[in-house]
C-alpha cells in the first residue's frame, strides 16, 4: 500500500509541479465520491489524494515533506545497519565475560562534591532539554495556527469574490493545519451544501414526485437517481457540519451549525439521524425561542410518511409565521398526501392569492391536474411556475406539454 504522498500520487520524489498536477487530476477524476456514491473507500482515498496534493504542490510543505521522510528513511537505514554490523558471539561465556568487563563497578575514586556538581550537571541539563521540547511544541503550535488562520483569512476573501472552488483549496490547507477547527469545517460544509444546491432540481420536485410510487414510474425512477447523486455532495457536507458541531463551545454556534446539519440529514435521507439530531437541539438553552426548528421537525415527519403529524406542525410553525409560504405549500401536500385533493387544492389556491410569486404552487397544482388528466390546466399551471423560476416545471413542460408548445 502507498506509505508517501508520492506514491499516492504514484509519481517519484523528484516529480515537477505539473506532473504532480496533472496526476491529481486524473486520480481526482477517478475517485472523486461524486462518482461513487456511498462509497466509504473512494471517500477516504480521495481524501488522501487531495491531502497529498495540497502538501506537494506547494514548495515550503513540501520542502517540509520531504526533510521529514528523508529524516525517517535515515533512521530506518540507520538502525538496519546496526543490526547487521553487530559482532555475533557463538560463546556464551566469552558473552559473558565481555559482560562482566564492560560493566565493572566504579572503583568510587570521585569525590563527594565533584559527584555532587556532577548530579547537577545532569539536571541542568534535563531542564534544559525539557524546556527545549516546550519552546519546540510551542513554536511548532503557533506557525501551525498562523498558517492555519492565513488559509483561513485567504479562502474567506476568495468566497467573497465568488471564488467558490478556490475557497475551497484554501480552506482544506487550512485544515491541515488545524483539523477540529469548528469554523472551517463549517465553511467547507456550507461550499458542499451550495455545490450540491446548485447541481440539482430543489427538493420540493421530490416532495411530492417520490410519495406516489404507483404514478409515472420513469419519472420516480429519473427523480430518485437524480436525488441519489446529489446525496454524495450532501454527505460530505454532513461529515463537515458534524465535525463543526462537535468542536465548537457556544450554544448559539452549536444551534446554528445544528440546524445545517439536520437540514443535510434530512436531504441526504438519513431521518433516524435528523430525529436524533432534532431532539438534541430541543435540550439546547434557549431552543424554545427558534421556531425553525418545529420547521424541521414536520419535515422529518413529512419525508417519513407521517402525514398527519407533518401537517400539525406545519400548521403550528404556520401559525407563528404566517407570511411562509412554503409551510402553507407543504400542509396543501400533506392534504394530498391523505388523499384529501379537495382541501390540497384550496390551500394550494391560498398560496398562489397570498403569495402570487411564488412558483411552487402553481406547479403542485398542475401535478394534481395532470394526474387528473386535465393537460390544458396542467401545461398552464407548468407554465406560470417556469416563469417563475420553477426548474421542475420546465422539466414538465418538456415531458408533459410538447403538443401544447
Given at each position: 500500500?502507498?506509505s508517501t504522498?508520492?506514491?499516492?500520487?504514484g509519481?517519484?520524489?523528484?516529480?515537477?509541479?505539473?506532473?504532480i498536477?496533472?496526476?491529481?487530476?486524473?486520480l481526482?477524476?477517478?475517485?472523486?465520491?461524486?462518482?461513487?456514491?456511498?462509497s466509504?473507500?473512494h471517500?477516504?482515498?480521495?481524501k488522501?489524494?487531495?491531502?497529498?496534493?495540497q502538501t506537494?504542490?506547494?514548495?515550503?510543505?513540501?520542502y517540509?515533506?520531504?526533510?521529514?521522510?528523508?529524516y525517517?528513511?535515515?533512521?530506518?537505514?540507520?538502525?538496519?545497519n546496526?543490526?547487521?554490523?553487530?559482532?555475533?558471539?557463538?560463546?556464551?561465556?566469552?558473552?559473558?565475560?565481555?559482560?562482566?568487563k564492560?560493566?565493572?563497578?566504579p572503583?568510587?575514586?570521585r569525590?563527594?562534591q565533584?559527584?555532587?556538581?556532577l548530579?547537577?550537571?545532569?539536571?541542568?541539563?534535563?531542564?534544559?532539554?525539557?524546556?527545549?521540547?516546550?519552546?519546540?511544541t510551542?513554536?511548532y503550535?503557533?506557525?501551525n495556527?498562523y498558517?492555519?488562520?492565513e488559509?483561513f483569512?485567504?479562502?474567506?476573501?476568495?468566497?467573497?469574490?465568488?471564488?467558490e472552488?478556490?475557497?475551497?483549496?484554501?480552506?482544506?490547507?487550512?485544515?491541515?493545519?488545524?483539523?477540529?477547527?469548528?469554523?472551517t469545517?463549517?465553511?467547507?460544509?456550507?461550499?458542499?451544501?451550495?455545490?450540491?444546491?446548485n447541481?440539482t432540481?430543489?427538493?420540493?420536485?421530490?416532495?411530492?414526485?417520490?410519495?406516489?410510487?404507483?404514478i409515472d414510474a420513469?419519472?420516480?425512477?429519473?427523480?430518485?437517481?437524480?436525488?441519489?447523486?446529489?446525496?454524495?455532495i450532501?454527505?460530505?457536507?454532513a461529515?463537515?457540519?458534524?465535525?463543526?458541531f462537535e468542536?465548537?463551545?457556544?450554544?448559539?454556534?452549536k444551534?446554528?451549525?445544528?440546524?445545517k446539519?439536520?437540514?443535510?440529514?434530512?436531504k441526504?435521507?438519513?431521518?433516524?439521524k435528523?430525529l436524533?439530531?432534532?431532539?438534541?437541539?430541543?435540550?439546547?438553552?434557549?431552543?424554545?425561542?427558534?421556531?425553525?426548528?418545529i420547521?424541521?421537525?414536520?419535515?422529518?415527519?413529512?419525508?417519513?410518511?407521517?402525514?398527519?403529524e407533518?401537517?400539525?406542525?406545519?400548521?403550528?410553525?404556520?401559525?407563528?409565521?404566517?407570511?411562509?409560504?412554503?409551510?402553507l405549500?407543504?400542509?396543501?401536500?400533506?392534504?394530498?398526501n391523505?388523499?384529501?385533493?379537495d382541501?390540497?387544492?384550496?390551500?394550494?389556491d391560498?398560496?398562489?392569492?397570498?403569495?402570487?410569486t411564488?412558483g411552487?404552487a402553481?406547479?403542485?397544482?398542475?401535478e394534481?391536474?395532470?394526474?387528473?388528466?386535465?393537460s390544458?390546466?396542467a401545461c398552464?399551471?407548468f407554465?406560470?411556475?417556469?416563469?417563475l423560476?420553477?426548474?421542475?416545471?420546465k422539466?414538465?413542460i418538456?415531458?408533459?406539454?410538447?403538443?401544447?408548445?
Amino acid at each position: 500500500m502507498a506509505s508517501t504522498f508520492y506514491e499516492i500520487l504514484g509519481v517519484s520524489k523528484f516529480a515537477s509541479t505539473d506532473d504532480i498536477k496533472k496526476s491529481f487530476k486524473n486520480l481526482a477524476k477517478k475517485y472523486h465520491p461524486d462518482k461513487h456514491p456511498g462509497s466509504k473507500f473512494h471517500e477516504e482515498h480521495f481524501k488522501k489524494i487531495n491531502e497529498a496534493y495540497q502538501t506537494l504542490s506547494n514548495q515550503q510543505s513540501r520542502y517540509r515533506y520531504d526533510l521529514k521522510i528523508n529524516y525517517a528513511e535515515s533512521s530506518q537505514q540507520y538502525s538496519t545497519n546496526t543490526q547487521a554490523n553487530r559482532p555475533r558471539n557463538t560463546n556464551p561465556n566469552t558473552e559473558k565475560q565481555y559482560t562482566q568487563k564492560a560493566y565493572k563497578k566504579p572503583q568510587g575514586n570521585r569525590s563527594t562534591q565533584s559527584q555532587k556538581k556532577l548530579n547537577r550537571y545532569y539536571i541542568y541539563i534535563a531542564i534544559g532539554a525539557i524546556l527545549f521540547i516546550i519552546a519546540s511544541t510551542w513554536f511548532y503550535n503557533f506557525m501551525n495556527d498562523y498558517a492555519a488562520k492565513e488559509y483561513f483569512a485567504e479562502g474567506l476573501h476568495e468566497e467573497q469574490k465568488g471564488n467558490e472552488v478556490k475557497a475551497m483549496g484554501y480552506y482544506l490547507s487550512s485544515l491541515e493545519k488545524d483539523y477540529e477547527n469548528p469554523l472551517t469545517n463549517e465553511k467547507i460544509g456550507d461550499i458542499y451544501s451550495k455545490l450540491a444546491h446548485n447541481n440539482t432540481i430543489e427538493l420540493f420536485y421530490f416532495d411530492l414526485e417520490l410519495q406516489k410510487k404507483n404514478i409515472d414510474a420513469s419519472l420516480n425512477t429519473e427523480s430518485t437517481q437524480l436525488l441519489n447523486n446529489i446525496r454524495g455532495i450532501d454527505s460530505l457536507s454532513a461529515m463537515y457540519f458534524n465535525r463543526s458541531f462537535e468542536n465548537y463551545e457556544l450554544d448559539a454556534d452549536k444551534r446554528r451549525v445544528g440546524l445545517k446539519l439536520l437540514r443535510t440529514d434530512l436531504k441526504i435521507g438519513n431521518f433516524t439521524k435528523a430525529l436524533s439530531d432534532s431532539e438534541r437541539l430541543k435540550t439546547m438553552p434557549d431552543a424554545a425561542k427558534d421556531d425553525s426548528l418545529i420547521y424541521y421537525q414536520a419535515e422529518i415527519h413529512f419525508l417519513m410518511k407521517n402525514y398527519e403529524e407533518a401537517r400539525k406542525t406545519y400548521t403550528s410553525f404556520y401559525a407563528l409565521h404566517p407570511t411562509s409560504a412554503d409551510a402553507l405549500i407543504r400542509i396543501a401536500l400533506c392534504n394530498y398526501n391523505e388523499h384529501n385533493e379537495d382541501f390540497a387544492i384550496s390551500q394550494l389556491d391560498k398560496a398562489i392569492i397570498k403569495f402570487p410569486t411564488k412558483g411552487e404552487a402553481y406547479y403542485f397544482k398542475g401535478e394534481i391536474a395532470r394526474r387528473n388528466q386535465d393537460s390544458t390546466a396542467a401545461c398552464n399551471l407548468f407554465e406560470i411556475a417556469d416563469q417563475l423560476n420553477v426548474l421542475a416545471a420546465k422539466t414538465a413542460i418538456y415531458k408533459y406539454c410538447q403538443t401544447e408548445l
